[in-house]
């Protein structure tokens, strides 16, 4: 009895520290009462020291029960010993044999989509039922599958992620569905695609001619025969040498004949040296044929840049005839109305003034449609304004509306984790403890109340 008196006072002095503003003494643990009790633990489980700022905002459920499973199995691989490879239990061999390790190797996958939506075409959906393999036959190595799955995980989330910030930010002003938005922005990207290219290839094709043939030198006089036969020898010397500067390149030439020359077998010194000097004369040959090319490289764009100035001197002259006929037209026409000016005069006069009158009563129908169209215009003003206004508030209000689904969303799926890590924590607690020991308990200690009480009044009298 002492012994209790003691600890209860202690508790009392404990509580008081704390600052309970309470009675509080040794007889509130020994002789308690309900109220007292839940008055003191409602105190004490406010001291109760709270969980940090960091460990509040991380998110409950699968994930923090897996951190702390993939903890628990670090300290228990750790605990271990470590022990020489002849030695190793079969748990050993799983935690400490490095056989099993393998790098974070990223496989492509192919997977199958939703096959409810309508806009899949029916081969697609047969070739996922009937010839779609698994993902885990996809693979080379069976290793690559959980980082292959998650990196396809990860890259689906973030997908979808930025689709719903997008339609957020820029899908929901634009006042269109998702699919017509979808369908803009493909259509957009195609169009730059397209002009990207359109400009590439118009680069391409400033800066660079045609690429020259690389056949061997006699396929490539076999060609030149063939083609000299096909234009029956007709044209000029200058578009016979267009034709063979688009057709070939002097330094190609060169460097088949070289090519051919090192590909022939082997003969005596007189035919290489006889070889030798009929190449040399081909490539002087050739050397002359390209000073001419360039030659009537440079007369052709002098001839186009002269043909460019004759052309614009022509639109002008044509311009400078079209208005000198105009007005020889205007004056033959005056000079046939002079011999009878006076009455050519007096009927000019009456259209004059008729086209004044006609002019004047346009001006007051004018003016009539023209007050209409104004009151028009200013209540179609007024009526777009005030859709634009409703507009704007049912934006406003759908804004709002989807943030509060959001955070129902947000607050469903964080008390749905809390929910799985309350029931996972109570499952791993000890189900061994029966009702029975805590009712014995109790009875014990209503008991101990009783002689305390019968103690008490004995002391009394």
């Given at each position: 009895?002492?012994?209790?008196?003691?600890?209860?006072?202690?508790?009392?002095?404990?509580?008081?520290?704390l600052g309970y503003t309470g009675e509080v003494g040794y007889q509130t643990f020994l002789y308690s009462s309900e109220p007292d009790i839940r008055a003191l633990l409602i105190f004490l489980a406010e001291k109760l020291p709270r969980h940090s700022h960091?460990?509040?905002?991380?998110?409950?459920?699968?994930?923090?029960?897996?951190?702390?499973?993939?903890?628990?199995?670090?300290?228990?691989?750790?605990?271990?010993?470590?022990?020489?490879?002849?030695?190793?239990?079969a748990a050993a061999k799983r935690s400490q044999s490095l056989c099993r390790l393998?790098?974070?190797?990223?496989?492509?996958?192919?997977?199958?989509?939703?096959?409810?939506?309508?806009?899949?075409?029916?081969?697609?959906?047969e070739y996922w039922e009937k010839y779609l393999p698994f993902v885990s036959m996809q693979l080379p190595h069976a290793y690559s599958l959980a980082a292959?799955?998650?990196?396809?995980?990860?890259?689906?989330?973030?997908?979808?992620?930025?689709?719903?910030?997008?339609?957020?930010?820029?899908?929901?002003?634009?006042?269109?569905?998702?699919?017509?938005?979808?369908?803009?922005?493909?259509?957009?990207?195609?169009?730059?695609i397209q002009d990207q290219l359109r400009q590439c290839r118009q680069h391409h094709a400033e800066n660079h001619l045609p690429g020259p043939s690389t056949q061997d030198l006699v396929d490539m006089l076999k060609t030149f025969t063939v083609e000299e036969g096909t234009d029956n020898n007709k044209g000029s010397r200058f578009t016979h040498a267009q034709k063979f500067t688009h057709r070939q390149d002097p330094q190609v030439l060169t460097e088949q004949m070289q090519r051919v020359a090192e590909n022939l077998p082997k003969k005596d010194t007189q035919d290489a040296q006889a070889e030798q000097e009929e190449l040399s004369s081909l490539q002087q040959q050739i050397e002359h044929i390209e000073q001419d090319i360039q030659a009537l490289a440079e007369s052709t764009k002098l001839l186009h840049l002269t043909i460019n100035k004759v052309e614009e001197e022509a639109d002008k002259l044509q311009k400078q005839c079209d208005e000198k006929a105009n007005a020889v037209k205007v004056k033959k026409r005056a000079v046939e109305l002079l011999p009878d000016a006076e009455n050519n005069l007096a009927k000019l006069q009456v259209m004059v003034d008729g086209s004044k009158q006609r002019m004047a009563s346009l001006?007051?129908?004018?003016?009539?449609?023209?007050?209409?169209?104004?009151?028009?215009?200013?209540?179609?003003?007024r009526l777009q304004q005030e859709k634009e206004v409703?507009?704007?508030?049912?934006?406003?209000?759908?804004?709002?509306?989807?943030?509060?689904?959001?955070?129902?969303?947000?607050?469903?799926?964080?008390?749905?984790?809390?929910?799985?890590?309350?029931?996972?924590e109570y499952e791993s607690l000890p189900k061994d403890v029966s009702r029975a020991a805590y009712t014995q308990r109790i009875l014990e200690i209503v008991s101990n109340i009783k002689k305390q009480k019968e103690d008490i009044t004995k002391v009394k009298k």
């Open positions: 009895m002492s012994a209790r008196f003691r600890i209860g006072t202690s508790l009392a002095q404990a509580c008081q520290d960091e460990d509040a905002h991380q998110p409950a459920g699968k994930s923090a029960v897996l951190q702390r499973e993939i903890a628990t199995k670090i300290k228990q691989q750790l605990a271990l010993p470590w022990l020489p490879p002849s030695c190793r239990t393998h790098r974070f190797h990223v496989q492509p996958l192919s997977l199958a989509g939703d096959s409810s939506s309508k806009s899949i075409s029916p081969e697609r959906k292959s799955l998650l990196e396809r995980n990860t890259s689906d989330l973030s997908a979808v992620q930025e689709w719903e910030a997008e339609w957020k930010s820029q899908g929901l002003a634009s006042r269109l569905s998702p699919e017509e938005y979808r369908s803009r922005k493909r259509q957009r990207l195609q169009k730059r001006v007051g129908q004018w003016e009539t449609h023209r007050v209409r169209l104004a009151d028009e215009y200013s209540e179609m003003k409703e507009s704007s508030r049912w934006m406003k209000d759908v804004r709002d509306l989807y943030d509060k689904i959001r955070a129902a969303a947000d607050e469903a799926k964080r008390k749905e984790d809390l929910y799985k890590q309350l029931v996972s």
